[in-house]
């Protein structure tokens, strides 16, 4: 009779204690679903403040066609005004001269691209042209001409120029290969080619007789 007691007072005391080592457990298991619920994972996190603005960034890694002929337009008057400013500080009537030719060249070049704009379709103008490829990426950073830079100063800046502007005018001619536009920007390759050809020889030319 007492040992039935006693065995039915200790099942109580098991049971209790089971219940309060349950709920220790889920206390311990909230507990960790919290914390990890405020845990910050930083790639993760970047991926869901980015996902919004992934269209923003790939668009920042291209820019559209007619953007494009907007800057080499731009390009165009700054190399038309170059080369008429320094035809009227150069001394020699050859080089002057073929500085005035360049300067109504690339005249001829800025009425061919406004006429690109004009001309072509919407869906061609907002073709997606990728920033990063040498021939843009260079073109794009702007140079600007120190203020008291000599002729020989000048021409050296030109070449470079005009080499950017061959390698610009190479890139948008492989973006429309078997197009219309293929031809235009083959001419315009094979003229800033013809460019810095002549800046060439005058410079070799220029430093002949300086010396």
């Given amino acids: 009779m007492v040992a039935g ?4 007072i200790a099942g109580f005391w098991i049971v209790d204690y089971l219940d309060l080592i349950s709920m220790i457990i889920k206390h311990q298991v909230s507990s960790i679903k919290y914390r990890a619920s405020s845990i910050k994972f930083p790639v993760i996190d970047f991926i869901m403040k980015n996902k919004k603005t ?19 337009i731009k390009e165009e008057i700054k190399a038309y005004n170059l080369y008429m400013e320094t035809s009227k500080k150069v ?11 360049l300067a109504e060249m690339e005249k001829g070049h800025r009425k061919l691209l406004e006429g690109v704009i004009e001309r072509q379709k919407s869906d061609i ?3 997606n ?10 073109f ?3 140079v600007e001409l120190k203020q008291n830079a000599t002729p020989q100063d000048v ?29 235009l920007f083959n001419s315009l390759v094979e003229e800033e ?4 050809i002549k800046l060439e020889n005058e410079y070799d030319e220029y430093i002949l007789r300086e010396n």
């Fill in 125 to 127: 103008l907002g073709k």
């Fill in 140 to 142: 794009l950073v702007e």
């Fill in 193 to 196: 080619k013809g460019h810095k």
């Fill in 129 to 138: 042209i990728p920033r990063q490829s040498p021939g843009i990426a260079d």
């Fill in 155 to 183: 021409m050296i800046f030109a070449m470079k120029a005009e080499e950017k502007a061959f390698n610009f005018y190479t890139e948008l001619k492989g973006q429309f290969s078997g197009t219309e536009l293929e031809n």
């Fill in 54 to 72: 992934g269209d923003i960034q790939m668009a920042e890694q291209s820019l559209t066609f007619k953007d494009a002929i907007k800057v080499a």
């Fill in 5 to 8: 007691y006693w065995f039915f």
């Fill in 91 to 101: 001394s020699g009537s050859g080089t002057k001269k073929m500085l005035e030719e």
